[in-house]
Structure formats: C-alpha cells, structure tokens
C-alpha cells in the first residue's frame, strides 16, 4: 500500500518561509521521481517542482530562486524549502510519486498572509 503523507504547512507571513515534508512509503522510493504540485480552490493543479532519481530538479518559473526541492533517500522523504514567500503562494500542496505509476498525497495547506 502506497503511502504519501505530507507535513510542514501552516500559516506564515510574506517573506517568510516553510519546509514541507513528504515521507514515502510502499514504494522503491529511489527510483521514482518526486515532485510538488499545487492547486487553488477553482484552478487546475500546476507543477511546483520535481526531482528525478538521479537529482535533477526542475522549477516553475514562479518559484525559481525562491523554492528548493531535495530528496532523502535513505529516509524516503522529500522536502520543499520555500523561502521568500508571497501571497500568491497561498495554495494545498501535494506531494507526487512518478514512475510507471503515479501517486499522490493527501495535501497540506500553505496560507501566506499578513
């Protein structure tokens, strides 16, 4: 059984920041590609940032310089450092497994607001 379980979110002023947290379980998590997603209430969900198994990231153009995406193997986790953080931001965000199959988590909510 495939487990995706998101931690981290919450509320933080703009300019501030949040680590997120996704712990995997149920799958060879090394082999996958990771990834974080976002929606709003009334958008599509849209890419935040992916690593591959191999350690290559690649970023939406709105979080460039600002999120970073790493992976831990050994603890079958991976994690979204967001710094720098805007209004915009304000999102759920999703963790993403991606191989032959694709899973999801549940979600964790990031309010940015002052």
């Known amino acids: 059984q495939v487990q995706l379980v998101e931690s981290g979110g919450g509320l933080v002023q703009p300019g501030g920041s949040l680590r997120l947290s996704c712990a995997a379980s149920?799958?060879?998590?090394?082999?996958?590609?990771m990834g974080w997603y976002r929606q709003v209430p009334g958008k599509q969900r849209e890419l935040v940032a992916t690593i591959t198994s191999s350690g290559s990231t690649n970023y939406a153009d709105s979080v460039k310089g600002r999120f970073t995406i790493s992976r831990d193997n050994a603890k079958t986790t991976v994690y979204l450092q967001m710094n720098s953080l805007k209004l915009e931001d304000t999102a759920i965000y999703y963790c993403n497994a991606r191989l032959r199959e694709t899973f999801w988590g549940q979600g964790t909510q990031v309010t940015v607001s002052s």
């Open positions: 149920g799958i060879i998590f090394r082999l996958y590609t």
